[in-house]
């Protein structure tokens, strides 16, 4: 089993910064590897929707409408994943929420599991 947790939410005026982090963690005698690592958000009364998440290797898939706003990165020995958000739109109000795909070994076989973070609030003023 995997936790994330993430913090650097909050309330911010429009044209403003904020930094998300997430860092993952096992349960004792966990044994797990960080396959690809970043962020979705959910807007109230819309469906949670990608982000950008970004691979062990470094690739990512920050979606195109937030580059140059946004920026994913990750410290794979820290476990961490980071979205620094710059100019700030009232319509990036959403819960943030931390995705993590994970290789675990069990059951004397490999899985890859889904886990989330339990959400972070961002809300932008205008």
């Known amino acids: 089993q995997v936790q994330l947790v993430e913090s650097g939410g909050g309330l911010v005026q429009a044209g403003g910064s904020l930094r998300l982090s997430c860092v993952a963690s096992?349960?004792?005698?966990?044994?797990?590897?960080?396959?690809?690592m970043g962020w979705y958000r959910q807007a109230p009364g819309k469906q949670r929707e990608l982000v950008g998440t970004?691979?062990?290797?470094?690739?990512?898939n920050l979606i195109e409408s937030l580059k140059g706003r946004f920026t994913i990165s990750r410290d794979n020995d820290k476990n961490t994943a980071t979205l620094q958000m710059s100019s700030l739109k009232p319509e990036d109000t959403a819960v943030y929420y931390c995705?993590?795909?994970?290789?675990?070994?069990?059951?004397?076989?490999?899985?890859?599991?889904?886990?989330w973070g339990q959400g972070t609030q961002v809300t932008v003023s205008s």
């Open positions: 995705y993590a795909g994970v290789g675990e070994f069990y059951d004397g076989e490999d899985h890859i599991n889904d886990y």
């Open positions: 096992g349960t004792s005698g966990s044994d797990f590897r960080i396959i690809v």
């Open positions: 970004m691979t062990t290797s470094g690739r990512s």
